[in-house]
């Protein structure tokens, strides 16, 4: 899942950014209001987490430009202020959430999975299917003949780019960006390992075999059963 973060305070903007990456989402970090508002406005996120206090154009201009577009995913502001008034007109253009500064982040966490819950689709509508294998974004679980499997957080990543795009061959620079947010590195073998990794434990031992190598070009998953 993928959430925009807007937030200008550079030691916030990169915590929230390293926290919610190893929880295993994909994190866009803007640093101010016009770039948060662009972003919001031409990617497809599900969820944006703003600052009300930005350069540019504050968090509110933001949230009524996100809103006026059209746009319903939830926004959790994050305020210093702790004011009735401020937190009544986030409410007001339509933010589904405040958190007041200083917080800790297992209930920014909470939130956000709270408000993934919330304002998504069903949660059956949300689950990723390939063959038998199962993966639910919200309640992080992924399963294969009904077993569980447990992964690390980028495998988790890795594994739901790769069900969300199904059929579609990924290549390494875009699984780098969107997992790791890096460039790809040619010299670098961090995708490689992940896939062997993720394959021994999602492959290994079922058949069919979904992960495949396209060689010179990327990765794909494909249910043999859907060709």
């Not at 702790?82 to 966490?109: C, H, M, N, S, W």
């Not at 495998?155 to 890096?182: N, T, Y």
Request: net charge negative; charged share 35%.
């Amino acid at each position: 899942m993928k959430i925009l973060v807007v937030e200008d305070e550079v030691k916030t903007g990169d915590y929230l950014r390293q926290g919610l990456a190893e929880a295993g989402f994909v994190v866009d970090l803007a640093r101010d209001g016009r770039d948060g508002l662009h972003a919001a406005l031409t990617a497809d996120y599900e969820l944006t987490i703003l600052d009300v206090m930005l350069p540019g154009i504050d968090g509110w201009s933001v949230l009524r430009g996100i809103r006026a577009a059209g746009k319903e995913m939830p926004v959790l502001f994050l305020t210093a202020r702790d004011q009735v008034d401020d937190r009544v007109r986030g409410l007001e253009l339509g933010a589904d959430d405040y958190l007041i500064k200083p917080f800790a982040f297992a209930e920014l966490l909470a939130r956000v999975r709270t408000l993934l819950r919330r304002g998504g689709k069903s949660r059956e509508a949300e689950l990723l299917r390939a063959a038998d294998l199962e993966l639910d974004p919200l309640r992080r679980r992924v399963t294969r003949s009904g077993k569980r499997i447990d992964l690390t957080a980028k495998e988790f990543a890795l594994l739901e780019l790769l069900l969300r795009r199904q059929g579609e061959v990924l290549p390494r620079s875009l699984i780098a960006s969107q997992v790791w947010d890096m460039n790809f590195d040619s010299d670098t073998n961090v995708i490689e390992v992940a896939v062997r990794r993720l394959r021994a434990k999602i492959d290994d031992d079922f058949e069919p075999r979904l992960i495949r190598t396209v060689r010179g070009m990327g990765y794909v998953i494909e249910d043999p059963e859907c060709d």
